[in-house]
């Protein structure tokens, strides 16, 4: 309340009044022995301080007033307004001019810094202003992002599920148009027992393919829910890589498979179907995106702190160093997205993320290195050889089932 | 020519093809697309859009620079928009996937069809008779079954150019340019508005059997039997 009555138009007014009357009534008793100078001074801080509080037009009524009172009231001939000695003249004209100057100064001095203070002000709210715009921006910006991601993703979900049932539904088309060829009004269809034979098997591998991409989308699902349970054993890692190479066999028949393994090898305790499922699509890839009659390494050694490593190197186009991370990211694909020149079909952009998560669940790691010579690409894992007090994360897994 | 990056889907469009005696080859991207095509010169090309290296979208462009071969395009739900760049680009028809053989086949027959009529010169041909459509070009007459019928001149400009494209399937874009000119591109009400009003004087029912919308690309002239 005080300020607000502070801030009041007429207050400035007031309070010169106020002031000067204030002064005028403290120092009137003493007037017989407080002398002109004292006076003036006390006057000229009631002007001061109008000027400060309330700027230059209280002050110059302060000015006025205070030269009246202090003709009035302190100079003799007292109570007149006459005045009677010329230094008396030079005293009250002093004093009304450094008044005025006092006023019209200090008054001068508070309005630049209540500008200053404004425009301070004024340039933090812009700030603020601007600051919450952006931040709106970005966020909006965010969103529209993780929104273009997920269209992606869903496109490239589309794209593989569409493609199988595209095959599919053309080859059983065919084959109900040669079934009911004799009512058909249009072209004669001339299918031979090759050809009827090729389109089931069209069916039959699209089928699959359908049937292998929906369980990879399942096991991701699944990563990701951290809902992958590992069934811990002890096992021989050339077992594993020999399950995997059995699986893959008719994916590597135009390859060179060579096996480059440490004779003393550990027996690990690991979920072998999971890691030789790991095994197997670095297989897959390897051949997918290096030419045909080129060679495929595994290797597998024991490492340092109780680890085992393993690879799976081929003699293709290698992978750039700055996508060396994101072919693990689900649905990233080399080929499409990338460019890397093959004529082979690409792959579901699963396989690679889902190797991440299996080799994860074990706490081990996956990355990717050049070939021999920088040629090629290398898919290296490690495992750790566990123990059977099952210190492994994925028996305590298995623990809380 | 079947271009496609998928193998099995080549192999499904050659045998279907091929058992109803079309001859094919197939290639695995546009480049390959091109290659082919310039030393066997088919009478058509069916072309996947999304392909690496030289999609289809750039295979149509490359194409369309050397021949005026038919064109079909096989796109998924979602590819509208390149989808629509290729019909720009010039692209004939489009079929989406999955789709059955027959209509592949329908829409084979109906390019090649398109392809092998007899030309329509603007300069000599005074009368135009398409399927239901009797038009003279000069007293600006039109008959539809034998049932005359009183066009605006911008209605009158609309169908003659789907006449002249019988068949075959036309951007908004295309449109708007043919009719109104490069500036009108993006006016889809314009040709909404006059399709409509066309539609009114030459559609015998509500569904609209000459003028077939294809949503979200265009329309299809269907000029009947």
């Known amino acids: 309340m005080p300020l607000r009555v502070l801030n009041l ?25 407080v002398n002109s100078t004292t006076v003036a001074l006390a006057f000229l801080l009631v002007v001061l301080f109008v000027a400060l509080f309330w700027g230059s037009r209280p002050a110059l009524l302060a000015s ?76 909006a910006e965010a969103i529209k992002r993780s929104e273009r991601l997920k269209s992606a993703l869903l496109d490239a979900v589309t794209h593989d599920l569409r493609t199988p049932l595209t095959a599919i539904k053309a080859s059983i088309t065919t084959l109900i148009d040669e079934a009911r060829e004799q009512t058909a009004e249009s072209q004669p269809v001339e299918l031979d027992a090759e050809s009827r034979f090729d389109m089931l098997e069209v069916i039959d591998q699209e089928s699959d393919r359908l049937n292998r991409f929906i369980t990879d989308l399942i096991d991701l699902a699944r990563i990701e829910a951290g809902e992958l349970r590992l069934r811990l054993r002890w096992g021989a890692v050339d ?10 066999k008719s994916l590597t028949t135009n390859h060179h498979v060579k096996i480059a393994a440490e004779k003393e090898l550990p027996v690990v305790r690991v979920d072998a179907n999971a890691v030789s499922e790991v095994v197997y699509t670095l297989i897959d890839n390897a051949a997918k995106y290096s030419p045909p009659g080129s060679s495929i390494i595994i290797y597998a050694r024991r490492g340092p702190d109780g680890m085992v490593t393993m690879a799976v190197e081929d003699e293709g186009t290698g992978i750039d160093r700055d996508m060396r991370e994101r072919v693990f990211d689900k649905f990233f694909r080399a080929t499409r997205d990338g460019d890397v020149a093959t004529h082979q079909p690409s792959g579901t952009g699963m396989g690679l993320a889902i190797a991440k998560g299996i080799v994860e669940a074990h706490e ?31 028996q305590e897994l298995l623990n809380h089932e | 020519m079947v271009v496609d990056d998928e193998p099995q889907l080549i192999r499904v469009l050659r045998t279907g093809l091929k058992s ?35 999609d289809g979208l750039e295979f149509c462009r490359r194409l369309r620079a050397i021949s005026q071969v038919p064109i079909i395009v096989l796109s998924a739900k979602g590819e509208e928009k390149t989808k629509v760049e290729a019909l720009d680009i010039g692209a004939d028809d489009f079929v989406t996937k999955p789709f059955g053989i027959d209509e592949l086949l329908a829409r084979v027959r109906a390019s090649l069809r398109r392809a092998n009529a007899p030309p329509i010169s603007d300069e000599t ?101």
């Not at chain 1, 009172?69 to 109570?79: Q, V």
């Not at chain 1, 077992?239 to 893959?248: K, V």
């Not at chain 2, 005696?21 to 996947?48: K, N």
């Open chain 1, 64 to 139: 006025v007033l205070g030269m009246f009172c202090f003709n009035f009231f302190f100079l003799p001939p007292l109570y007149t307004l006459t005045v009677s000695h010329g230094e008396n003249w030079v005293a009250l004209i002093v004093f009304f001019t450094t008044a005025l100057a006092v006023g019209q100064l200090s008054a001068h001095a508070k309005q630049r810094a209540e500008e200053a203070e404004s425009r301070k002000r004024e340039v933090e709210s812009l700030y603020a202003q601007l600051q919450a715009a952006f931040d709106r921006e970005s966020e």
């Open chain 2, 20 to 54: 109803r005696g079309y001859d094919v080859r197939g290639a695995s991207d546009g480049e390959i697309g091109l290659e082919t095509f310039s030393e066997w010169h088919p009478d058509l090309v069916i072309t996947d859009l999304a392909m690496p290296n030289v």
């Open chain 1, 239 to 248: 077992e594993i890589i020999s399950t995997a190479l059995s699986r893959a």
């Open chain 1, 364 to 394: 081990g790691k996956i990355w990717i290195e050049s070939g021999r010579n920088g040629k090629g690409a290398r898919v290296v894992f490690t495992l750790p050889i566990g123990d059977d007090d099952g210190a492994n994360h994925g």
């Open chain 2, 125 to 225: 041909q005074v009368i135009l008779d398409v399927g239901d459509f009797h038009v003279n070009l000069e007293s600006r007459e039109v008959k539809v079954r034998g049932r005359e019928v009183h066009l605006t001149p911008k209605e009158f400009d609309l169908l003659i150019y789907f006449i002249k494209h019988s068949e075959k399937v036309l951007t908004h874009r295309t449109l708007l340019a043919a009719i109104w000119g490069s500036n009108y591109v993006e006016q889809n009400e314009y040709l909404r508005v006059f399709v409509g009003n066309l539609r009114k004087k030459i559609e015998p029912d509500a569904t609209p059997r000459y003028i077939v919308t294809e949503p979200w690309i265009g329309y299809r002239f269907d000029p009947g039997s």
């Open chain 1, 9 to 33: 138009r007429w207050a400035g007014y007031v309070g010169a009044v106020g002031g000067t009357a204030f002064i005028t009534a403290v120092l009137a008793p003493f007037q017989d022995r």
